[in-house]
């Protein structure tokens, strides 16, 4: 919201400075976003007269000027102008003044041997038009010495606010006013609106034509025709109030609409009535209809849409922007204002549809002054008749102004209560009557009356905080909180403190944070299990957001690509956030996710001299996997990894993380290369998935502590075995049986090799793992090797059904 500073004091009585309503706005909650001085760049200008003006010595096309400037002697001014002469009274510039035109600062100069002590100026230097034929002529009677300025006048300084939307009543210039002197910092004038006698019946029937479902669209609608109206240009102080605030003049009738919006925030139409066919109503739009706005633009009107018609068809759109034909110009002498009150919701709604922003929609989708629409009519009407003459009808207006009495009981111990704040009632009222409330009753709970402007306080606290706000949010005092008795209980949640763990675990692993969208298209969710009609969105921003995302990993894919098309091939990326199987709350999940593409593995990517990095491949994903369950606080010891994970994974390089059947932790693996042709990307790319809510917590602390470190001071021994085993048997189950075969002696069980051909047989392989003994109480002895040795073939072939290779 803009307005100047003169444009304030015509509602304000007030000696406040330019600084102080600054402030004081800011302090009221209306936030300064910039103040302008189109003057300021003139300040240093004086006005000028020429006293004599003589050839240059030394050239043809100068002139030396002796000039008056208000300071003291004559100042000597080299001059090219053509119309330099005696007598003329000009802008002069001194040394050391700014020229807008250039930027640069004046100063004292030599032109062909003579010296020159500043400027006359041409309007083009100082960015008043692109005259520069000659220097600027002023009026003979322009006082000389004087600010260019101050003379010109021009120079109001404009103001611009940040409104929020529960302040409708700050779109105009009064209610900015209302607020101020509610302040303190002047007294807000009175300005009753007179009522206006027509001369004769209006001519024009106005109707509402809604049924009782829709009658919000546009409850009340009035209007009134005045004749033999002049329309030409508007007055010069007003053109300047509308430049000012970024609007520009078109005509006498249409300046006053736009200026009686920004004034007392009530928009207003005018119509040419000789335009107009039958019956001007207000109604819902029809399918198939169309009109051409004032914007130039042809628009389809809908049947949701509040449109103003007469019989011929619709005219404009209620509370958006009205129609070319029937707007006024220059040859219109009859003229129908209009002024009505149009339902927020369904001009918020049809202007999002059609993409129309204009200050009307801006005001009503926000709410307007229902009680002001009879007064903002008369208003106008004697704006257009003081400017532009003519002869006025009688108003009718069609329905009642939508106006309810909303009354508060207010206790005066609220202000205390909920801000600190210890005002005496006799303040508390006179802040709240300044602004417009009505305040009525005895006691210490008072009846208050919310205006009919203020559509955004419904409730106590909302009228402890207009008290505040304007007595001032610096004199409420801050206050510490009681300190607790206790070590108070943790703040964050499970889920907040494994999400924080989880996006530290992934970045130190080398992988970059990544904040992808909640949606996925259609094909993308089935493709990752989801797509069901429950999490379809019912307004997706867009076609490629149509379903709540089943998995992160569509959304770090399409980040991958974008990379890989900007030339970075080796790319790892991660998310934690949510994913959703249901509509419930237990079916979403948060999610940790890593994606790493071509060589970004763990231990570095890309080429270099001393051995190029592999491709990522299954293991890389598995250690992700397993790095986050153990910084989640999880014995990897303990959980199952096994074949069968998701369709989407490559079914021979991927695996499921899980403690049985019931419970799955996750999965990692390759994508399948028709998900990565789905989602047009290119591998190798490999991914991990844990869903951090299902990993189990871990177990509490015994209440006998366990050694931080249980070393051995005995020589460990490492015993070799190699097995063979159908191509079936997974090498976990072989892990697993030999570190259960004597669990006190044995410590480590690793894969070293496998091994498929001609010695094992067709459908077999075969499986070495090396077993680690680390003796604790003696060193082993022959016996005790061997023994165990046999315990280890034992449970291998138990588990497995494996048979020692000899």
Request: charge should be negative; charged fraction near 25%.
């Amino acid at each position: 919201m803009k307005f100047t500073l003169s444009w304030l004091k015509d509602h304000l009585d007030t000696e406040a400075s330019l600084d102080d309503v600054v402030e004081a706005l800011t302090m009221i909650g209306l936030e300064v976003e910039g103040v302008a001085d189109p003057g300021a760049a003139l300040k240093g200008f004086r006005v000028a007269k020429v006293l004599t003006a003589e050839k240059h010595p030394n050239a043809d096309k100068l002139r030396l000027l002796s000039v008056d400037a208000g300071l003291g002697e004559p100042v000597q001014v080299v001059c090219g102008a053509p119309n330099a002469r005696a007598g003329l009274v000009g802008v002069f510039a001194a040394p050391g003044t700014v020229i807008p035109a250039s930027g640069e600062a004046l100063s004292v100069g030599t032109i062909r041997g003579v010296e020159s002590r500043g400027m006359m100026c041409s309007e083009r230097e100082l960015l008043l038009s692109e005259e520069h034929d000659g220097i600027i002529e002023l009026p003979e009677d322009a006082p000389v010495g004087v600010s260019f300025a101050d003379w010109r006048g021009g120079s109001d300084p404009v103001i611009e606010i940040a409104i929020t939307p529960n302040r409708p009543d700050c779109l105009g210039v009064r209610g900015i006013a209302r607020d101020l002197a509610a302040r303190g910092l002047g007294r807000l004038k009175p300005d009753p609106v007179e009522m206006i006698a027509g001369t004769y019946p209006n001519p024009i029937p106005v109707e509402l034509r809604f049924t009782a479902e829709t009658a919000s669209a546009c409850p009340v609608f009035a209007a009134r025709v005045v004749k033999g109206v002049r329309n030409g240009p508007s007055p010069q102080w007003m053109q300047d109030r509308l430049k000012a605030v970024g609007l520009r003049p078109i005509s006498a009738l249409v300046d006053i609409t736009n200026y009686v919006s920004y004034d007392r925030g009530r928009p207003l139409h005018v119509y040419d009535a000789t335009k107009i066919t039958g019956t001007l109503h207000a109604r819902l739009g029809r399918e198939g209809e169309r009109f051409s706005a004032l914007d130039g633009k042809t628009y389809a009107v809908d049947p949701e849409a509040c449109v103003i018609a007469d019989d011929a068809g619709v005219l404009g759109l209620g509370g958006i922007m009205g129609g070319e034909g029937s707007g006024s110009t220059e040859a219109t002498t009859d003229v129908l204002i209009e002024s009505a009150y149009f339902d927020p919701n369904r001009t918020a709604r049809t202007g999002r549809r059609l993409g129309i922003n204009s200050d009307a929609r801006y005001r009503f989708e926000r709410g307007v002054d229902p009680a002001f629409v009879l007064a903002g009519l008369e208003l106008a009407t004697r704006m257009v008749i003081d400017l532009c003459g003519g002869e006025p009808s009688e108003a009718v207006m069609a329905g009642q102004p939508p106006v309810s009495v909303r009354t508060v009981d207010f206790p005066l111990a609220e202000v205390k209560r909920l801000s600190g704040l210890d005002l005496p009632e006799t303040e508390v009222t006179a802040t709240l009557e300044a602004l417009g409330f009505q305040v009525s009753g005895f006691g210490d709970t008072r009846s208050v009356t919310v205006p009919s402007w203020r559509p955004d306080v419904e409730g106590k606290a909302d009228v402890v905080e207009e008290v505040v706000r304007i007595v001032g949010l610096d004199q409420v005092r801050a206050t510490p909180l009681p300190r607790l008795q206790s070590v108070s209980q943790k703040v964050l949640t499970r889920v907040q403190i494994r999400t924080r763990r989880a996006k530290r675990t992934l970045a130190a692993l080398g992988l970059t944070e990544a904040v992808t969208w909640s949606f996925v298209k259609k094909t993308e969710a089935e493709i990752f299990g989801g797509g069901a009609p429950a999490l379809a969105l019912a307004n997706p921003i867009s076609a490629d957001m149509s379903d709540m995302r089943p998995s992160l990993i569509p959304g770090l894919v399409a980040a991958v690509r974008r990379n890989v098309a900007r030339g970075f091939d080796d790319v790892a990326l991660f998310e934690v956030g949510q994913v959703f199987a249901g509509t419930r709350p237990e079916d979403q999940f948060t999610a940790a996710t890593a994606v790493r593409r071509g060589t970004a593995g763990a231990a570095g990517a890309g080429r270099h001299w001393a051995g190029s990095a592999g491709a990522v491949s299954v293991f890389d994903a598995k250690a992700d996997a397993l790095a986050l369950l153990d910084q989640m606080g999880f014995d990897v010891a303990k959980a199952q990894v096994v074949r069968g994970a998701p369709a989407w994974f490559h079914p021979g390089r991927s695996g499921t993380i899980q403690l049985g059947p019931q419970t799955v932790l996750g999965h990692f693996g390759e994508l399948h290369p028709a998900v990565l042709d789905a989602l047009d990307a290119t591998g190798p790319l490999v991914a991990a998935e844990l869903l951090l809510e299902r990993i189990p917590l871990p177990k509490g602390k015994g209440s006998k502590a366990k050694p931080p470190l249980a070393a051995s001071d005995l020589m460990p021994v490492v015993r070799d075995f190699a097995f063979v085993v159908e191509e079936a048997v997974e090498a976990a189950k072989i892990v697993k049986a030999a570190m259960g075969a004597s669990k006190p002696l044995v410590t480590d069980v690793a894969v070293f090799d496998v091994y498929r051909g001609e010695h094992v047989g067709a459908g077999a392989k075969s499986v070495a793992i090396a077993v680690t003994l680390t003796p604790t109480e003696k060193t082993l002895t022959e016996d005790d090797i061997e023994a165990v040795s046999k315990a280890v073939v034992a449970a291998v072939t138990k588990a497995t059904g494996a048979t020692l290779r000899g």
